[in-house]
């Protein structure tokens, strides 16, 4: 266990349709990323906040958006979804800010599947 | 970041040693060398990472060539459960008040075999 919560775990929904992923970091983790992966694109990075700002930006559709809040929870919103956004959507947290080490790496957690059908 | 090369797939007979390859030859100097890996479709995990120095934990050992263009991830007694894609990831050192995001690749699919 990562210490990093993602809800919910299956999410299947329709074409057209919008829909929130939540992620808890790991307590004490001031850094949030958020990666896609799919059969055919492998894992991507999204998008990553750092104490509710947004950081780094990579490959986010301009249909998606995400936001880190005052507990440091972060969601992700995938609106007008078309099928090939299905995929398996991953939530990492860090701590950042202090010198390399494995307490700082990035853990993940368990991912949201979202199906659109 | 440096791009990466690992094969795509290895077996690997249990309570042996997993050898897994990766070639970094446009590194940095001052890039590191990270491993994860991923069970499947659950979400990745750190495992060890290195600068030119070989390096060790309780899950694997790191050993990086003297001139930095490739390394090794050594997995001493392999188990069923070692059975995973590795990925070997290169990033520049991580600078204070922030993380970079992770850039994976393909990744080797270790298969261990009972």
């Known amino acids: 266990d990562s210490g990093v919560t993602q809800t919910p775990k299956h999410l299947i929904t329709a074409t057209g349709q919008r829909v929130t992923l939540r992620c808890s970091p790991r307590?004490?983790?001031?850094?949030v990323y958020w990666y896609q992966q799919s059969l055919d694109q492998g894992l991507q990075f999204l998008i990553q906040?750092?104490?509710?700002?947004?950081?780094a930006k990579g490959n986010i559709l301009e249909r998606f958006s995400a936001q880190q809040f005052p507990d440091l929870h972060s969601e992700l919103n995938l609106s007008s979804l078309e099928l090939g956004d299905s995929a398996l959507y991953f939530c990492?947290?860090?701590?950042?800010?202090?010198?390399?080490?494995?307490?700082?790496?990035?853990?993940f957690g368990p991912g949201t599947r979202l199906t659109v059908l | 970041d440096a791009k990466t090369t690992q094969p795509p797939s290895m077996d690997c007979a249990e309570g042996r040693a997993a050898n897994l390859p990766c070639n970094h030859s446009?590194?940095?100097?001052?890039?590191?060398v990270y491993w994860y890996r991923q069970i499947h479709s659950q979400g990745p995990q750190y495992i060890i990472h290195?600068?030119?120095n070989n390096e060790t934990n309780e899950m694997a050992s790191l050993i990086i060539t003297e001139d930095r263009k490739s390394s090794t991830l050594i997995l001493p007694h392999a188990t069923l459960r070692d059975t995973a894609v590795y990925y070997c990831?290169?990033?520049?050192?991580?600078?204070?008040?922030?993380?970079?995001?992770?850039?994976f690749g393909s990744g080797t699919q270790l298969t261990v075999l009972p």
């Open positions: 990492a947290s860090s701590v950042s800010g202090i010198p390399l080490g494995p307490q700082n790496e990035q853990f």
């Open positions: 307590s004490g983790d001031l850094s």
């Open positions: 446009t590194i940095s100097g001052n890039e590191y």
């Open positions: 290195g600068l030119k």
């Open positions: 906040y750092y104490n509710g700002e947004e950081r």
């Open positions: 990831i290169v990033r520049p050192p991580i600078s204070s008040g922030s993380a970079r995001q992770l850039t």
